[in-house]
């Protein structure tokens, strides 16, 4: 073994300082472990708080009166201590992986060891203090301090300071210690031995210098210098957060946070655990089975699904934005046909997810309100009790017309107070003239259906509403052929509600545009208020939308306004990872604007986390003119290669022997074949299936494993997920032209990867693969 190459792993025994560490570390949970698998939570934790409350009770029952202030001020704080550490107790502490990150403070002399877990556990007798992530402000210090460092905490209420004398992330697997992270570096237990990596992929240093490019390895699974890989071990996932994550995962409760970083930045991650941080914060009255993620597609809805127990949350629910919209329109908007069109044409797309047509609808309800406004005051103009009425119907300007109407009604039977005005007493035909009026305007307010069609079958009043809002975005033409094909479209549905019994053909049945049900629930909101669920308002105490960038203005207004006022909203996305043509923003702050947000937050994350810098160049390079800030990577892998064929089949030749190989050396590895199209990714897994490549997989509806094997797809499918392994197939001229959608497109394909990343052409190399790699 080559022990002077700054990048090759030596044996540990060689470096006495390096040995120490892991004997360090194997000794502290040696004894974690024999405790929490002899011991009893209960009588180890809570038996010591309960002997000191006893005790303090009796001290305070015997103490002089100037001593007793501070004697239950000291009890006090005893019971919260116990209080916080009681939560979470119906889920014990694992032994097999009972925490993730190692401290030792060192105050005046005085060295403690602090662990962080996902469950609190503190034995202080035994030496053992296990500290939940969530809890602050002891794994604040964790996050945002370093080995070395001098801090100046307060700990309930008490000043702390010190150093701290070792900071170490460790991964525990099955009770065995597998990695430790340190400033020395990366040490894995390769079975009898432990090695030494000092450029390891994992360790969240600051970013580094240029890459220099490597010769090509034409091998799978290799790190920066050739050589197979050496650590298979990742940490836990919690022990990753670094200094500026922590600070969003831990900021306001009523706030929005809008989270914009790189591929692989954390973007997610910084989402599910502000998540956990919230649901663990009790104070702030947020519970976790009120709370909901939105994401683009199932794969990744699955895959958060699978991730939220792991971090100590259960309850949350994880919709597609699709689902989540298609079953809550179904329920407020009846009568409509429950399929979608699989043709709906870009252009009807485009106007129907564009951010004018949020600000049209608003203009088009509050036309609708000022008439009915206008009808209401005229039919009872003249009648005793009138000014009465008016007084009333301004006092409730703010709230949806549907919903004013009903409340007047209300205050009309004396059921409620409007102002000071009860509503009684009113004069008898002043009270005809307004009922009369209220139940004439509910035939407009109530009304969903068509407005909606009204919006898009009136050619005149399309064009002018767009050339109001959205001046030059789409021409005359466009708009005709918007109108055309919603009007052909309502017409069939209309049609099938008049005639609901009578038989249609398979081929032409009714069908709704996707983007219908985003404006229809948006036309619900603005009309009749609140969405409702089982009788009550859909009010969460928490959302996450995940890849927000390829959400409408009006999709996502539609989603946030189903939050309870005053409580935190996280849209997490990236403008380069743009992967919806129809829909979408490329500036945040246009895309706050148009929904009206004041005072959000927006904070960038400027880290790469899980592509080597070899695949961040090259993905940068490929967005061109679209990329923003510089990201940076944190660790080096093997150079990105380019393979060029002349067919396929070779190409598949070629992949069916590196594959087997990769497979031998790593069974545990996944792998990602991405194609640009559909028909592509089939062709590739048919000849792979051939070559009797092991778990081979084809997936074309987000029906991911995420387990180990090779999974044969095409490029929109893999959106917000991670392989370790990525080979772009087709990568020719003809799949990825010089266009933004192709750059987008090419570059969320290639930020999959977080080891290696090849690319395969079989024609003209895309004009996008920069030339130094052909």
Same mark, same amino acid.
């Given at each position: 073994?080559?022990?002077?190459?700054?990048?090759?792993?030596?044996?540990?025994?060689?470096? *006495?300082?390096?040995?120490?560490?892991?004997?360090?570390?194997?000794?502290?949970?040696?004894?974690?472990?024999?405790?929490? %698998?002899? *011991?009893?939570?209960?009588?180890?934790?809570?038996?010591?708080?309960?002997?000191?409350?006893?005790?303090?009770?009796?001290?305070?029952?015997?103490?002089?009166?100037?001593?007793?202030?501070?004697?239950?001020?000291?009890?006090? #704080?005893?019971?919260?201590?116990?209080?916080?550490?009681?939560?979470?107790?119906?889920?014990?502490?694992?032994?097999?992986?009972?925490?993730?990150?190692?401290?030792?403070?060192?105050?005046?002399?005085?060295?403690?060891?602090?662990?962080?877990?996902?469950?609190?556990?503190?034995?202080?007798?035994?030496?053992?203090?296990?500290?939940?992530?969530?809890?602050?402000?002891?794994?604040?210090?964790?996050? +945002?301090?370093?080995?070395?460092?001098?801090?100046?905490?307060?700990?309930?209420?008490?000043?702390?300071?010190?150093?701290?004398?070792?900071? #170490?992330?460790?991964?525990?697997?099955?009770?065995?210690?597998?990695?430790?992270? +340190?400033?020395?570096?990366?040490?894995?237990?390769?079975?009898?031995?432990?090695?030494?990596?000092?450029?390891?992929?994992?360790?969240?240093?600051?970013?580094?210098? *240029?890459?220099?490019?490597?010769?090509?390895?034409?091998?799978?699974?290799?790190?920066?210098?050739?050589?197979?890989?050496?650590?298979?071990? =990742?940490?836990?996932?919690?022990?990753?957060?670094?200094?500026?994550?922590?600070?969003?995962?831990?900021?306001?409760?009523?706030?929005?946070?809008?989270?914009?970083?790189?591929?692989?930045?954390?973007?997610?991650?910084?989402?599910?655990?502000?998540?956990?941080?919230?649901?663990?914060?009790?104070?702030?009255?947020?519970?976790?089975?009120?709370?909901?993620?939105?994401?683009?597609?199932?794969?990744?809805?699955?895959?958060?699904?699978?991730?939220?127990?792991?971090?100590?949350?259960?309850?949350?629910?994880?919709?597609?934005?699709?689902?989540? +919209?298609?079953?809550?329109?179904?329920?407020?908007?009846?009568?409509?046909?429950?399929?979608?069109?699989?043709?709906?044409?870009?252009?009807?797309?485009? $106007?129907?997810?564009?951010?004018?047509?949020?600000?049209?609808?608003?203009?088009? $309800?509050?036309?609708?309100?000022?008439?009915? *406004?206008?009808?209401?005051?005229?039919?009872?103009?003249?009648?005793?009790?009138?000014?009465?009425?008016?007084?009333?119907?301004?006092?409730?300007?703010?709230?949806?017309?549907?919903?004013?109407?009903?409340?007047?009604?209300?205050?009309?039977?004396?059921?409620? #107070?409007?102002?000071?005005?009860?509503?009684?007493?009113?004069?008898?035909?002043?009270?005809?003239?307004?009922?009369?009026?209220?139940?004439?305007?509910?035939?407009?307010?109530?009304?969903?259906?068509?407005?909606?069609?009204?919006?898009?079958?009136?050619?005149?009043?399309?064009?002018?509403?767009?050339?109001?809002?959205?001046?030059?975005?789409?021409?005359?033409?466009?708009?005709?052929?918007?109108?055309?094909? +919603?009007?052909?479209?309502?017409?069939?549905?209309?049609?099938?509600?008049?005639?609901?019994?009578?038989?249609?053909?398979?081929?032409?049945?009714?069908?709704?545009?996707?983007?219908?049900?985003?404006?229809?629930?948006?036309?619900?909101?603005?009309?009749?208020?609140?969405?409702?669920?089982?009788?009550?308002?859909?009010?969460?105490?928490?959302?996450?939308?995940?890849?927000?960038?390829?959400?409408?203005?009006?999709?996502?207004?539609? =989603?946030?306004?189903?939050?309870?006022?005053?409580?935190?909203?996280?849209?997490?996305?990236? %403008?380069?990872?743009?992967?919806?043509?129809?829909?979408?923003?490329?500036?945040?702050?246009?895309?706050?604007?148009?929904?009206?947000?004041?005072?959000?937050?927006?904070?960038?994350?400027?880290?790469?986390?899980?592509?080597?810098?070899?695949?961040?160049?090259?993905?940068?390079?490929?967005?061109?003119?679209?990329?923003?800030?510089?990201?940076?990577?944190?660790?080096?892998?093997?150079?990105?290669?380019?393979?060029?064929?002349?067919?396929?089949?070779?190409?598949?030749?070629?992949?069916?022997?590196?594959?087997?190989?990769?497979? =031998?050396?790593?069974?545990?590895?996944?792998?990602?074949?991405?194609?640009?199209?559909?028909?592509?990714?089939?062709?590739?897994?048919?000849?792979?299936?051939?070559?009797?490549?092991?778990?081979?997989?084809?997936?074309?509806?987000?029906?991911?494993?995420?387990?180990?094997?090779?999974?044969?797809?095409?490029?929109?499918?893999?959106?917000?997920?991670?392989?370790?392994?990525?080979?772009?197939?087709?990568?020719?001229?003809?799949?990825?032209?010089?266009?933004?959608?192709?750059?987008?497109?090419?570059?969320?394909?290639?930020?999959?990867?977080?080891?290696?990343?090849?690319?395969?052409?079989?024609? %003209?190399?895309?004009?996008?693969?920069?030339?130094?790699?052909?």
């Amino acid at each position: 073994m080559n022990q002077t190459d700054d990048k090759q792993a030596f044996d540990v025994s060689e470096d *006495s300082k390096i040995k120490e560490i892991v004997q360090e570390e194997q000794a502290l949970l040696s004894k974690v472990v024999v405790h929490l %698998t002899t *011991s009893s939570k209960k009588t180890s934790t809570f038996a010591d708080y309960d002997a000191e409350l006893i005790e303090l009770r009796d001290a305070i029952a015997e103490a002089l009166p100037e001593d007793v202030p501070s004697l239950v001020e000291q009890m006090t #704080r005893l019971q919260a201590i116990a209080a916080q550490r009681g939560l979470g107790e119906d889920v014990p502490v694992d032994p097999g992986s009972p925490y993730f990150g190692h401290m030792q403070l060192d105050e005046d002399g005085e060295v403690r060891d602090v662990l962080l877990g996902k469950r609190t556990y503190i034995s202080p007798a035994d030496g053992i203090r296990i500290v939940d992530w969530r809890n602050a402000p002891v794994s604040r210090m964790y996050y +945002c301090y370093e080995e070395g460092d001098e801090y100046e905490e307060s700990f309930g209420g008490k000043f702390r300071s010190g150093t701290i004398s070792s900071r #170490r992330s460790v991964t525990i697997t099955q009770g065995q210690l597998k990695r430790v992270d +340190c400033p020395f570096g990366t040490l894995v237990n390769k079975g009898e031995d432990w090695i030494r990596l000092r450029d390891a992929g994992a360790k969240l240093a600051g970013g580094q210098g *240029s890459s220099v490019r490597g010769k090509k390895t034409g091998k799978l699974g290799v790190d920066a210098n050739g050589d197979f890989r050496k650590d298979k071990h =990742l940490p836990e996932i919690s022990a990753l957060l670094d200094k500026e994550q922590f600070a969003l995962i831990s900021s306001d409760h009523d706030e929005l946070l809008a989270v914009q970083g790189s591929a692989g930045s954390g973007k997610t991650t910084v989402g599910l655990h502000r998540i956990a941080y919230l649901a663990y914060s009790k104070t702030a009255g947020l519970k976790p089975g009120n709370m909901v993620i939105i994401v683009l597609n199932s794969a990744l809805a699955s895959y958060i699904a699978d991730v939220l127990p792991a971090l100590g949350v259960r309850g949350v629910k994880v919709w597609t934005f699709e689902n989540w +919209c298609s079953r809550l329109r179904k329920k407020h908007v009846r009568g409509l046909p429950a399929i979608y069109s699989e043709w709906t044409p870009s252009i009807v797309s485009r $106007v129907k997810k564009h951010p004018a047509l949020l600000r049209i609808l608003e203009e088009w $309800v509050d036309m609708q309100d000022e008439a009915q *406004s206008e009808k209401l005051l005229q039919a009872v103009h003249g009648y005793a009790d009138a000014h009465r009425v008016e007084k009333a119907w301004k006092i409730l300007h703010r709230m949806p017309l549907d919903v004013r109407r009903k409340r007047l009604l209300r205050w009309l039977d004396g059921e409620v #107070r409007i102002g000071n005005d009860h509503g009684d007493n009113i004069d008898m035909k002043t009270a005809i003239a307004l009922d009369s009026a209220l139940q004439r305007m509910a035939e407009v307010s109530e009304d969903i259906v068509e407005d909606w069609a009204d919006l898009f079958t009136d050619k005149r009043r399309l064009i002018h509403m767009f050339d109001m809002h959205a001046p030059a975005e789409f021409t005359e033409e466009e708009l005709a052929r918007v109108h055309q094909w +919603c009007t052909d479209s309502y017409k069939k549905i209309f049609d099938e509600m008049d005639d609901s019994d009578e038989p249609v053909d398979e081929d032409d049945r009714a069908t709704l545009d996707r983007e219908d049900d985003a404006i229809l629930l948006r036309l619900y909101q603005l009309k009749k208020g609140w969405l409702r669920e089982g009788g009550r308002r859909i009010e969460y105490d928490h959302m996450m939308v995940d890849e927000v960038q390829d959400f409408s203005a009006l999709e996502v207004k539609t =989603l946030i306004d189903t939050v309870g006022r005053n409580r935190p909203i996280t849209l997490a996305g990236d %403008t380069a990872q743009k992967i919806v043509r129809e829909g979408g923003f490329d500036d945040w702050d246009s895309f706050m604007d148009d929904l009206g947000v004041q005072g959000a937050r927006l904070e960038p994350l400027k880290i790469a986390y899980r592509s080597t810098i070899e695949v961040m160049e090259v993905a940068r390079d490929v967005l061109g003119p679209l990329a923003g800030e510089d990201s940076v990577a944190t660790r080096h892998g093997a150079p990105v290669e380019v393979h060029q064929f002349s067919d396929p089949g070779q190409a598949v030749d070629f992949l069916g022997t590196s594959l087997r190989e990769l497979f =031998l050396r790593e069974p545990l590895s996944n792998v990602a074949v991405i194609a640009r199209h559909a028909n592509q990714a089939k062709l590739y897994y048919q000849g792979l299936k051939k070559s009797e490549i092991p778990n081979l997989r084809l997936v074309l509806e987000q029906d991911f494993s995420f387990t180990p094997g090779i999974e044969v797809t095409e490029i929109r499918q893999v959106k917000g997920l991670e392989f370790d392994y990525v080979i772009m197939v087709e990568c020719n001229d003809d799949s990825y032209p010089l266009t933004d959608e192709a750059r987008h497109l090419m570059h969320v394909g290639m930020t999959r990867a977080a080891h290696q990343l090849w690319l395969i052409t079989t024609a %003209t190399p895309s004009a996008l693969i920069p030339k130094n790699l052909l």
